[in-house]
């Protein structure tokens, strides 16, 4: 960081030399507001190589865990060879999800997270299933090489890559995401004003008034680990309460929306759209 910059705002840091291992989401901090959150990744290299017969090839895998090769010949007729790392599932929060994987797999096929291997929510063998509470696989589908995995009531906690394995063998990954919730809220002057964060941690509450001039809105609440910190304007007036964060005494100036986001998965979670009647004198 430089000292001159941030006399004049700009709390810009720089990587001198990006490696894999600075690979993350960064947090900027003033005092104990979060300001933004942002995420270092390292441009995929493209490396030609021209080797004669009996020379041996080395492929440099750069970190030393949860990696895998996956080898795609220009007349490859294997479709399970992956053209995306990552599959994409979204569903409704508390609804049923799932997650695909087809593959014909005699031996054990077992679906675990991606970011840690021996954590495994579900298995199936030859002759029986098992999974933990709220995962599911079918045994039937098992045997027809389907190894499809279903989440029964997808909740913020199942929020997470996931591996389809046969054997040793990785299949896919699969993320699954919640679709961002939207209420309407209707409230009269006076009244509070109830937003539920759904997870305790790593969440800003971003507000978007009808006539604001900034598309981006404005931070006015983070909350990690059950700590609370909002911007002056709105200290005296909030509480929080598990995962239910309390504006008091909403007025005509409190209408518009009211966006919680989780800023370590860059997800918006629900969108609040307030209004506050208008309160008539007689």
Request: proline fraction near 4%; charge should be negative; hydrophobic fraction near 30%.
């Amino acid at each position: 960081m430089s000292h001159d910059q941030y006399l004049k705002g700009n709390l810009t840091l720089t990587i001198t030399a990006a490696d894999y291992s600075k690979r993350n989401t960064y947090t900027c901090e003033c005092d104990d507001r979060d300001i933004i959150d942002v995420h270092l990744r390292i441009e995929t290299m493209i490396s030609s190589v021209q080797l004669n017969p009996g020379e041996d090839l080395q492929l440099d895998l750069h970190v030393p865990e949860r990696v895998k090769v996956v080898y795609k010949g220009e007349d490859s007729a294997d479709p399970h060879v992956p053209v995306s790392a990552v599959t994409p599932v979204q569903v409704k929060f508390n609804q049923a999800a799932a997650l695909p994987c087809e593959w014909s797999c005699s031996l054990e096929a077992k679906w675990t997270l991606f970011s840690n291997g021996d954590v495994v929510v579900a298995r199936c063998n030859q002759t029986s299933c098992w999974s933990e509470e709220g995962f599911k696989m079918s045994h039937d589908q098992y045997l027809e090489g389907d190894l499809t995995l279903t989440i029964t009531a997808a909740d913020y906690s199942m929020r997470n890559t996931y591996t389809c394995q046969c054997g040793d063998r990785d299949i896919t990954d699969v993320r699954l995401s919640i679709e961002t919730m939207t209420s309407s809220v209707q409230l009269n002057p006076g009244e509070d004003l109830q937003l539920d964060l759904h997870v305790p941690e790593r969440v800003e509450v971003i507000y978007k008034g009808g006539d604001s001039a900034d598309p981006d809105g404005e931070q006015i609440c983070t909350v990690d680990r059950r700590s609370l910190n909002c911007t002056a304007e709105y200290t005296p007036r909030t509480s929080l309460t598990n995962t239910v964060l309390t504006l008091r005494g909403v007025n005509s100036t409190d209408g518009g929306n009211y966006i919680v986001r989780d800023t370590g998965n860059n997800e918006d979670l629900h969108i609040y759209s307030v209004s506050v009647r208008r309160k008539y004198s007689v």
